[in-house]
T-cell receptor
Framework: GQQVMQIPQYQHVQEGEDFTTYCNSS?????IQWYKQRPGGHPVFLIQ?????EVKKQKRLTFQFGEAKKNSSLHITATQTTDVGTYFC???????????FGTGTLLAVQP | DTEVTQTPKHLVMGMTNKKSLKCEQH?????MYWYKQKAKKPPELMFV???????INESVPSRFSPECPNSSLLNLHLHALQPEDSALYLC?????????????FGPGTRLTVL
């Protein structure tokens, strides 16, 4: 079945450093969404990418969808303590309406 | 109102108990979901309801029984659970059942089975 892996599993940064998490799918994706889950919280939608090679920005966050639509990345510039949490990608192979969540990357930011 | 509410927040139950989890949304969404999330793991899809009909059951054991009484409400009935069923149970909703729709998650019910 479809599998979505993320690396790294965990990243600890100093406040102000940059951070990137990578999302890789075993199958071609029709679309990919990114969610953030704060510690003790629930997933909150960040963004969706649909087109091959698409790049979207939200303030300090940059999201990319790979040309082959099998991978995606989230880059945070100059991390802040408010960025702490687990970032999940979630994709669909288009065969069903199901979103398969990636394994997640937990970001810790030291002030 | 862009909120999904879930009750209770916490639940402790024995293996012989029967309990129910409740989820509500008033966004007019026609798709509702139950997910199970273990610590440090991603949410795992359990059930999908589309227009109040069960559309997906991800081979979930029958001790979990979903119910969608109307378009705003989703229940998960629990019976004879096992300790390994302890987890965070998340409800979500979306405009309709499509992978292209943003999912809105509730705060979850943290379940402990003794």
């Amino acid at each position: 079945g479809q599998q979505v892996m993320q690396i790294p599993q965990y990243q600890h940064v100093q406040e102000g450093e940059d951070f990137t998490t990578y999302c890789n799918s075993s199958t071609t994706l029709s679309n990919i969404q990114w969610y953030k889950q704060r510690p003790g919280g629930h997933p909150v939608f960040l963004i969706q990418l649909v087109k091959s090679g698409e790049v979207k920005k939200q303030k300090r966050l940059t999201f990319q969808f790979g040309e082959a639509k099998k991978n995606s990345s989230l880059h945070i510039t100059a991390t802040q303590t408010t960025d702490v949490g687990t970032y999940f990608c979630a994709g669909s192979d288009g065969a069903t309406n199901k979103l398969i969540f990636g394994t997640g990357t937990l970001l810790a930011v030291q002030p | 109102d862009t909120e999904v509410t879930q009750t209770p927040k916490h639940l402790v139950m024995g293996m012989t108990n029967k309990k129910s989890l409740k989820c509500e949304q008033h966004m007019g969404h026609r798709a509702m979901y139950w997910y199970k999330q273990k610590a440090k793991k991603p949410p795992e899809l359990m059930f999908v309801y589309s227009y109040e009909k069960l559309s997906i059951n991800e081979s979930v054991p029958s001790r979990f029984s979903p119910e969608c009484p109307n378009s705003s409400l989703l229940n998960l009935h629990l019976h004879a659970l096992q300790p390994e069923d302890s987890a965070l149970y998340l409800c979500a909703s979306s405009q309709d059942w499509s992978s292209y729709n943003e999912q809105f998650f509730g705060p979850g019910t943290r379940l402990t089975v003794l």
